[in-house]
């Protein structure tokens, strides 16, 4: 590795499993300290211990990052462990796949919740401290569904079109602080949640079949390309990209 987020603090919530837990252990053999942050502990301990074992530094907290109190808790004691965090990486999030029609008003709420609600707290809880440090850089995981709509899917792409648009918000404001955030965002992917989204899709009749995806981005993205893609944002090879989206799909959104 080339020690690309040297002296880095890094948080990756979600970051236990998935495309969250490949870009724990990229960000951490970059040599960044890695706090991952997930409602899931067992995991979450599994990760940690495995980037321990490779020679890395990473500590868990488990918070639900929907809930304000939870998540400033995670955030303090990361902060308290290895200091003001300068890389973020808001990766929590999940789907929602059923017609529109039987949505239900609790399910539209919950997904976002967990799906921006958690972005701003995390952001704000992290902020200050990032500031106070001089700057840092912010990642936060959008998705082709932000520009690209998939029926059955009409909650999660709203989701994701507001998280499109925290990004450049974000990016804006804090500029002038030397703060960059910037959103990453893929095609289907090869994780738990991907192949639940291609297997929900298929079941209402949506076509998402190994036919479909080969002609829409050519095969299944593997997490790690995303962990790639995520490492780049948030290193500071990236440092005058801000405000941007980028797209690990293959030419998906470009067909």
Known sequence: ?????????????????????????????EGAKVAIIDRNAEASAATVAEIQAAGGVAMFATADVSKASEVNAAVAGVEKAFGPVTVLFN????IVIKPFLETTEEEWDWLHDVNVK?????TKAVLPGMIAAGG???????????????????????????VHMFARAIAVEFRDRNIRCNAVCPGFVRTPHGLREVKDLQALGVDVSEAALAAQQGRICEPEEVARAALFLASDDASFVNGTHLFVDNGFTAL
């Open 91 to 94: 990766h929590a999030g999940t």
């Open 136 to 162: 840092g850089s912010i990642v936060c995981t959008s998705s082709i569904s932000a520009v690209a709509a998939t029926p059955m899917e009409v909650l999660y792409d709203t989701t994701k079109g507001a």
């Open 1 to 29: 590795m080339t020690g690309r987020l040297s002296g880095k603090i890094a948080i990756v919530s979600g970051g236990a499993t998935g495309m969250g837990g490949a870009a724990s252990k990229l960000f951490a053999a």
């Open 118 to 122: 958690s972005m701003f707290l995390m």
